[in-house]
Structures are given as structure tokens and as C-alpha cells.
């Protein structure tokens, strides 16, 4: 696939002055980040959220939700006598947000998106995969543009098995995989080639809680060696896709809690740095979820038990791997957690009690969680500013080029529901600015200037990378950074294919 050979990712550069754990009462007494409403109503639910290489996010959620608040454009319509909800629809259930024009677009997608996965192919388009129904075995293609005439393109049938509820991760030679899915415990590749295409991930059927689950949308990692960090329910293997085995088993999560949907926590892969050494040490922290039990609990007795308030954390390349506990300052279920450009994790939206699915979560967990994965152990937790919009089930966070963070969704409902519920279907977006956007970092934070890896400009694995930036205060040269992040897919609070580097530092002048 010559196509895919060159690796033309699509990284945000990011330059940071390390702001170290010394000066962190000094962020503290000064704010802890701020809320900005973006739009009020952007017609759908922020289920399912993607930025592209042009600063535009592509959002969607369902076409059987019902009717949405923004129309197609141009008196289009989709007609399709499947659906269970509404067989003619003038809405759209995707649009896409122009984060410098601070504009909506209504996108059309043709079948059911439903729960799906996706990610960006190294040439910049948007592979979505899968989703319900009539969607369940579609590929849709977005390629970015700047004229507002791209559109979501639909391959039927592009998809050896369903895919709902499944993980997709870019891989080194530009395809990607999918893995798992509700009923489904096999991995697939796309695109495909006319080897066969599915197989099976035996992981899957012993992570499955019968009749519940809890092992759905898996937290899929590449490691620094190629093979992927595969965590489902409470536990984790290392998985070399390429032959098909697991080269690993780590140990359970003390305590044995689940940790993916439907009792939802999060995770990342930390920020991966010394890049050069032999094995580099790659770090993932899993945080949130809720006890077992507690999906019967919501789903059956609704009886809404309190989330997990501990993550994991566990050195993925050590000869002997354990997780480390640590406690957060809330419990939260449905969280997300984003990586941040300073190599720091935001922890945001979710609930403190009950689980994902339809009306099972309660008391919404407003303020947003900075974890300092540097800080000493104890004291790596900061609370900041809460937001005011509850963002339960069906929500989402992603990382914009600014080092804001976009925030959108919220839907527990089986349709869209605006009144006499507890959580109305939420069509506001909202960006949340950390710590490090305050007036006080002005003068360290850097504006760059160029770079050899700008728009337009390409850079490959072992290159150099120069960079030309702009700081008004006084620098201490060794305590420059630069850090590339790759945008995330995200959904059900699980950021796809998201990664930080920080690069080594060679000179500065
Ligand atoms: C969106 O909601 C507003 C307020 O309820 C309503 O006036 C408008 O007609 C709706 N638009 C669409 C396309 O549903
Ligand atoms: C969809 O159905 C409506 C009637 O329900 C009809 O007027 C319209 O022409 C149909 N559109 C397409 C594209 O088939
Ligand atoms: C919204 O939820 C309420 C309360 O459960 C219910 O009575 C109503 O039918 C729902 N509306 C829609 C449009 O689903």
C-alpha cells in the first residue's frame, strides 16, 4: 500500500515551557482554569467527536434518535424505511464545527452511526467505522476541506463483521484496527485486503461479564515496540497484531472493578519521552468506572451506587508490571480523560454514581480533574473550576489546537429529550481552558513562529525538527519542551489513537 507508506502523521506541535510541580501552588491560588460557552446549540448530541488537520471537529450521534435541531442543507432528506424512529428526516446528525469561524455546518450521514469508532489515516481523512443497524458494517470517509463542500461518503458493506461499540487504533503503516464490539471478540483490519480479514481475540470472551459486559469499547494503546496495550474490564494483554498472539498478560486492577462500558472509566497511554533509549518506558493510567454490580444495580433496580474513585496506573514495559492505586478526589463514572500539551491529563465530565447506558447515571461530576503524572505520588490531583452543564452519558472532550479543550453532549436518553427529565439532551458546546491559559502564563506561554513541520510541511520518523518561537519572558534553555500530540477519536469518554511525545530537546538558541 504505497499509498499509506509515508508517514505523514497528523501531529499538533506543541511548544511548552514546563511549568514543573514547584510552581503548582502558584496555578492553584490562581485559578483553577476557566468555562466558555462556544454555542449554544449546535442541533445534535456531541456523542462522537473528531479534530482535523484544517482546526475543524467533525461531530455526530445517531439517526435514530429522532428528529434534531439543525436541518440538512439544501432541502435534502434522508429516506429509509429501516429506521425504527424516523423514516423521513430532514435533520442532520452530523455537523461539522469550525473552531476559528466558530461556525456550525450540517454534515449527512446515510446510515445509522450509532456507538461506532473511527480515526484519521495519515493523509489527513476521516475513517469512521461501523455504528447500528443498517450502519453496523459501513465505512463513511471524511476528508477535510475549506470550502464547506466535503461531506461524509459512504462504502456499504466495507466491514467483515459489525462494529458497534468497538476500538479503532492507527497503526505505524497508515491502516487501522478494530477491535471487539458488542458480540463480536475478533479484530479487523481497514482497509482490507483480499487476505482473510477477522480474527479472533480470545481476550474478549474472557473479559465479557455475561449479560453485562463491561468490556465493550476496550482502551487500545500502540506501544513504543509496535504491539498494542489491549485493557478490557479489569485487565490488560500486550498484543502483537501482526502474529496474531499475546505476548503478555498483566495483572488484574486490585480490587477486580470494571473499568470499560458499560461501567465506563477512561484511560491514556502518559506522555511517552526519552525517545532514544533501548525500552522506552511507556506508562497507561486508568482511571474511574464502577464497582461490579452496579450496571444490574442502575439498569434493573435503579438503585445508582457510587463510581470508582481510584485509577491504575502500570509501567507496561517492565519486566515484572504492577499497577499502582491512586485515589481521585471524586468518584466518576463516564469520564473522559485528555492528554494535555504540557504532558499533563485532564479528567473531565461523568457522573459520581450508576453507570453508562440509558437513565443508569446520577449526580454529575462538574469539575474537571488535572493529573500531574510528574507529581510526587500523593499529591498529583488538582480539582479545578466546575463547569455548570452536567455531561452524562453520550458526552465528550478532545484537545484543540490551542490547548483549550472542546467539551460537548450529553444524552441518557433513548431519543432526543429536552424536557421533565433530569438530564435534557444537551446541545451546547463548551471549552474548558487549564491552568496553563491563565493571564499569569502569558509571558511564558510560547507563540510559534515556524516550524519544519508547519502546514503544508512533512516530517518523518528520525528527522529533525526545528522550531522558531516567540516567548516574552525570560527562558531557562533546559527547560524547554516540545511535545507533538495526535488528536483523538473519541467517544463513550475513550480517546482513540491519542498520544503525546515529548521530543528531545538538542539545542536552543
Ligand atoms: C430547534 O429548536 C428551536 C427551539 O426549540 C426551534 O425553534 C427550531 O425550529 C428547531 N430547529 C430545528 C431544525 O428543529
Ligand atoms: C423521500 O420521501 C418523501 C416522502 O416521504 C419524498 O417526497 C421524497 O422525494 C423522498 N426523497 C428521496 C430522495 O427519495
Ligand atoms: C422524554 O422523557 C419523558 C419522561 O420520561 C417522557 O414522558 C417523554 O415521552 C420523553 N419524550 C420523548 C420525545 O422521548
Redesign the pocket.
Known amino acids: 500500500m504505497p499509498r499509506y507508506a509515508s508517514i505523514r502523521f497528523f501531529l499538533f506541535l506543541q511548544l511548552f515551557m514546563a511549568v514543573q510541580p514547584c510552581h503548582r501552588v502558584v496555578t492553584y491560588a490562581a485559578g483553577g482554569g476557566g468555562w466558555q460557552l462556544l454555542q449554544n446549540n449546535i442541533g445534535i448530541a456531541a456523542l462522537h467527536m473528531q479534530l482535523l488537520n484544517n482546526d475543524r471537529v467533525v461531530i455526530y450521534d445517531r439517526t435514530d434518535f429522532g428528529?434534531s435541531?439543525?436541518?440538512l442543507p439544501d432541502g435534502k432528506c434522508r429516506n429509509d424505511s429501516s429506521e425504527l424512529v424516523v423514516k423521513h428526516d430532514c435533520?442532520a446528525h452530523s455537523v461539522e464545527y469550525d473552531v476559528l469561524a466558530k461556525k456550525i455546518r450540517p454534515l449527512m450521514v446515510q446510515t445509522n452511526v450509532w456507538c461506532s469508532s473511527g480515526a484519521v489515516f495519515p493523509d489527513g481523512r476521516l475513517i469512521q467505522t461501523g455504528g447500528f443497524r443498517d450502519g453496523d458494517r459501513k465505512v463513511r470517509t471524511f476528508f477535510p476541506c475549506n470550502d464547506a463542500k466535503c461531506d461524509w461518503v459512504e462504502t456499504g458493506d466495507a466491514l467483515e463483521e459489525k462494529r458497534w461499540y468497538s476500538t479503532n487504533h492507527i497503526l505505524p503503516d497508515g491502516r487501522q484496527i478494530i477491535i471487539g464490539g458488542r458480540g463480536q471478540f475478533n479484530y479487523e483490519f481497514y482497509p482490507k485486503t483480499s487476505a482473510p480479514n477477522v480474527y479472533n481475540l480470545r481476550f474478549l470472551v474472557e473479559t465479557n461479564d455475561r449479560g453485562i459486559e463491561n468490556n465493550l469499547y476496550p482502551f487500545v494503546f500502540l506501544n513504543y515496540d509496535g504491539n498494542l496495550f489491549i485493557f478490557a474490564n479489569n485487565r490488560a494483554v500486550l498484543f502483537n497484531y501482526k502474529e496474531d498472539k499475546v505476548l503478555k498478560t498483566y495483572p488484574a486492577i486490585p480490587g477486580g472493578d470494571p473499568r470499560c462500558y458499560p461501567s465506563t472509566g477512561s484511560a491514556v497511554l502518559l506522555p511517552l519521552k526519552n525517545l532514544r533509549v533501548a525500552t522506552i518506558e511507556a506508562e497507561v493510567l486508568v482511571c474511574g468506572g464502577a464497582p461490579k454490580g452496579s450496571f444490574y444495580q442502575a439498569d434493573k433496580k435503579h438503585k445508582f451506587v457510587k463510581a470508582l474513585d481510584t485509577c491504575g496506573r502500570i509501567k507496561i514495559n517492565d519486566p515484572n508490571p504492577q499497577w499502582v492505586m491512586e485515589a481521585m478526589p471524586t468518584a466518576r463514572v463516564m469520564g473522559d480523560m485528555t492528554l494535555l500539551p504540557n504532558g499533563n491529563v485532564l479528567i473531565v465530565n461523568g457522573a459520581g454514581a450508576g453507570t453508562a447506558g440509558w437513565e443508569n447515571g446520577r449526580n454529575p461530576v462538574l469539575n474537571p480533574v488535572l493529573y500531574w503524572p510528574d507529581g510526587a505520588t500523593g499529591s498529583r490531583f488538582q480539582s479545578l473550576n466546575p463547569s455548570t452543564i452536567p455531561r452524562m452519558y453520550h458526552s465528550s472532550a478532545i484537545l484543540l489546537r490551542d490547548g483549550r479543550v472542546l467539551v460537548g453532549g450529553s444524552n441518557p436518553h433513548i431519543g432526543y429529550n429536552f424536557t421533565g427529565v433530569l438530564f435534557p439532551t444537551e446541545l451546547r458546546l463548551e471549552a474548558f481552558s487549564p491552568p496553563y491559559l491563565g493571564k499569569q502564563f502569558n509571558y511564558l506561554r510560547p507563540t510559534i513562529v515556524s516550524s519544519s513541520a508547519s502546514q503544508g510541511k512533512f516530517i518523518g520518523y528520525k528527522q529533525k525538527l526545528s522550531v522558531r518561537f516567540k516567548v516574552t519572558g525570560k527562558l531557562v534553555a533546559d527547560s524547554v519542551s516540545v511535545t507533538i500530540v495526535a488528536p483523538s477519536f473519541t467517544t463513550h469518554s475513550f480517546s482513540m489513537s491519542h498520544r503525546l511525545l515529548v521530543l528531545g530537546n538538542k539545542k536552543v538558541t
Do not use: V
Open positions: 428528529l435541531n439543525i436541518s435533520t
